[in-house]
């Protein structure tokens, strides 16, 4: 099932997202979907720092912040050579 629908642009963004091939049925799915991963992660995080508070867990440092973010892509790039 799929649903049609009409969105309104400024010339310039859509001539730029044409031109990008971003106006596909496609890329618009990617997109869409990409972007609501990312609210759903945020929204979960935003859920949980009352329950890291409470629990009396000490804010990570930048460079703790980094690690952990390039172990997770190095994960992610591990999945997607093995698929």
């Given at each position: 099932m799929t649903t049609k629908i009409q969105i309104e642009l400024p010339d310039a963004t859509a001539q730029a997202a044409q031109a990008a091939g971003l106006l596909t049925p496609?890329?618009?799915?990617?997109?869409?979907?990409?972007?609501?991963?990312?609210?759903?992660?945020?929204?979960?995080?935003?859920?949980?720092?009352?329950?890291?508070?409470?629990?009396?867990?000490?804010?990570?440092?930048?460079?703790?912040?980094?690690?952990?973010?390039?172990a997770a892509r190095k994960e992610l790039r591990q999945r997607a050579d093995r698929h």
């Amino acid at each position: 099932m799929t649903t049609k629908i009409q969105i309104e642009l400024p010339d310039a963004t859509a001539q730029a997202a044409q031109a990008a091939g971003l106006l596909t049925p496609k890329m618009l799915d990617r997109l869409l979907s990409n972007a609501l991963r990312r609210q759903q992660a945020g929204n979960y995080l935003l859920t949980i720092a009352d329950e890291v508070a409470a629990a009396g867990i000490p804010p990570m440092t930048m460079e703790e912040i980094n690690a952990e973010v390039k172990a997770a892509r190095k994960e992610l790039r591990q999945r997607a050579d093995r698929h």
